[in-house]
């Protein structure tokens, strides 16, 4: 059988010593083909391309052209007999294989180890590729161009929480252990074994919402691979997302005026995270947002803002005290913040402006409800400026619609989880609202007096 291999040499390409390549190109379909480097090298002008061979004029600083010939024949039939193996493997890949596996000092009684080698060697990258950590890899790759940094940081602590897991359960995970018993087997370990990492204080067991979102990214990931035929089908019918109302507090116009207002003269460097907070609490950004605003994000006392996580550009109108702060102080420069020192900060800050009163908040462990009363200061994080905003606007009468405009929400259903009122405030809201409408009394004047005094018959005529 005559295999599509020959000897060539590109003559119009030459090397740093006006020499140029001899290489052996193997020809493994009709539309591809691969060189592989022999390691001698001519000048152009003896090289018979008729023959395929070096000219017997080669000069001798160049080499024996009897001798480099014989080697370039030796090395022509190791490429034919790693080839004839392709072949008769039936290999897909039959260029990449050769183009691995050769070697210009290989011989000929070695090609049978090293075809064994490849193919352990191949075996390896299948078994590779389908290992789960690898493929979560390649998912977050895939997303890098379409997510922002704050998603894929998720998606490789879902990842880390798989790894410890396993380490856990003491348990290879594959695609193929992926069943309901898994998916109770990681809620339960999630909830009351993962440790959470990075804490000077061991905390076991992460919140439901935690989990929820971990869930939630699991099956994306899943679903992806299944896509693309990377894993067999999957039944992830009974992999719930857990998920319930999250405890979280907003700042009234009032505790944010305090806290823009209190005396930080004894703590100079808390002004620039104090005047931040304040920033986002009036422009509802999220903390990815605000911390990389620019010069150039503000035009006709607007900030035009392009949202990191969603992709999406905000138009926001600035107040008065936001376009002071950010002309003022930030036009210039951002510093730059981490969101842990970020929180630690404005929570100091909570505190001297006396956000003191005591918050009791709860969340599912499980069955059981833990309850946690802290001081308000001590709930306040970067996200709680987004929450105070979206809320304040929605207490104020604002339309929902125009407000998902500026806070960057899609879904009407998304945007209603910002909204942090207790259910005094909704009460004394509802109140002012009746009083506005004159609805306080279910009867009115003119009911109350009906001709025969009958109140009764005064609604009834009503």
């Not at 440790?195 to 935690?210: A, D, F, S």
């Not at 109108?317 to 969101?339: H, M």
């Not at 207490?395 to 909204?419: C, N, Q, W």
């Not at 909704?426 to 609202?433: G, P, V």
């Amino acid at each position: 059988m005559k295999l599509p291999i020959k000897l060539i040499c590109r003559k119009n390409k030459l090397n740093g010593d006006g020499t140029t390549t001899v290489f052996i190109q193997y020809c493994y379909d009709a539309d591809h083909k691969t060189l592989l480097h022999t390691g001698i090298k001519i000048p152009p002008l003896y090289w018979n391309k008729a023959q395929g061979s070096i000219s017997n004029k080669l000069p001798v600083e160049f080499g024996n052209a009897d001798s480099l010939n014989k080697e370039l024949w030796r090395q022509l039939r190791v490429v034919e007999s790693l080839a004839t193996h392709a072949i008769q493997t039936k290999m897909d890949n039959k260029g990449e294989f050769v183009k691995k596996t050769f070697h210009p000092d290989m011989h000929a009684v070695t090609v049978e180890e090293r075809i064994s080698e490849a193919a352990k060697r191949e075996v390896e990258a299948k078994r590779s590729k389908l290992d789960i950590y690898f493929q979560f890899d390649e998912y977050i790759k895939s997303k890098q161009r379409k997510v922002g940094k704050a998603t894929l940081t998720v998606y490789g602590n879902v990842k880390s929480h798989l790894l410890a897991f396993q380490e856990y359960r003491q348990k290879k995970i594959t695609f193929g252990c992926l069943d309901f018993s898994f998916y109770e087997d990681f809620v339960d370990y999630l909830t009351f074994e993962h440790v959470h990492m990075r804490r000077q204080t061991e905390i076991t067991g992460l919140k439901l919402n935690t989990i929820g979102k971990t869930i939630k990214h699991l099956r994306g990931f899943i679903k992806d691979r299944v896509k693309r035929k990377i894993s067999a089908p999957i039944d992830l019918t009974d992999f719930k997302i857990p998920e319930e109302d999250s405890d979280a507090i907003y700042l009234t116009h009032e505790e944010i005026g305090t806290i823009y207002q209190t005396d930080l003269s004894d703590q100079p460097h808390l002004v620039e995270y104090r005047d931040l907070f304040v920033l986002a609490c009036l422009t509802g950004l999220r903390f990815s947002d605000f911390s990389t605003l620019k010069p150039e994000d503000l035009q006709r006392d607007m900030l035009y803002k392009k949202q990191e996580k969603s992709d999406h550009w905000v138009i926001i109108p600035l107040r008065e005290e936001a376009k002071q702060i950010f002309t003022r102080q930030f036009r210039d420069r951002i510093p730059a913040l981490t969101n842990p020192e970020f929180n630690r900060h404005i929570k100091t800050i909570g505190r001297l402006a006396g956000i003191t009163r005591l918050v009791k908040f709860s969340y599912k462990r499980g069955n059981q409800n833990v309850v946690v009363t802290r001081a308000k200061y001590d709930w306040i994080t970067s996200h709680t400026a987004r929450r105070s905003f979206c809320t304040n606007e929605f207490l104020a009468g604002t339309p929902v619609e125009l407000i998902m405009k500026i806070s960057g929400h899609k879904r009407t259903k998304d945007f209603y989880k910002y909204i942090r009122i207790t259910p005094e405030e909704a009460a004394n809201r509802i109140k002012e609202l009746w009083l506005a409408r004159d609805d306080m009394k279910l009867i009115k004047e003119k009911v109350e007096k009906g001709r025969n005094g009958d109140l009764r018959a005064a609604i009834l005529r009503q």
